[in-house]
């Protein structure tokens, strides 16, 4: 059974830090995608990253904050969060596909977890 489970999230303040992690099991992924989805918002592409780490894609308003890793002895992804906004308040998914390139596209991920709430008071 494939499962991917978010974990991390939580309340901050402005200006803090979190380490969301996705823990896969079951089979591994090419491409490990992190979405969001604000509230009254359409989920939306977040960062990706491929199979061996080398190439790794991110949304403009979080270059510079967010970077995501990837354990592939753990099969676990990461994403850490930095300088934390209002904005990015949301419930935060990891997706996984077979396709070698981190895309932005939802409909091009296969699997995705339950999710895990971020919440940033200013």
């Known amino acids: 059974q494939v499962q991917l489970v978010e974990s991390g999230g939580g309340l901050v303040q402005a200006g803090e830090s979190l380490r969301l992690s996705c823990s896969i099991s079951?089979?591994?992924?090419?491409?490990v995608g992190w979405f969001r989805q604000r509230p009254e918002k359409e989920r939306e592409f977040v960062a990706g990253?491929?199979?061996?780490?080398?190439?790794?894609s991110y949304e403009d308003s979080v270059k510079g904050r967010f970077t995501i890793s990837r354990d592939n002895v753990k099969n676990t992804v990461y994403l850490q969060l930095n300088s934390l906004k209002s904005e990015d308040t949301a419930v935060y998914y990891c997706?996984?596909?077979?396709?070698?390139?981190?895309?932005?596209?939802?409909?091009?991920?296969?699997?995705w977890g339950q999710g895990t709430p971020v919440t940033v008071s200013s």
């Open positions: 997706m996984g596909r077979d396709g070698t390139t981190p895309v932005r596209e939802l409909w091009l991920y296969d699997y």
């Open positions: 079951g089979r591994t992924f090419n491409t």
């Open positions: 990253i491929d199979r061996t780490g080398a190439t790794t």
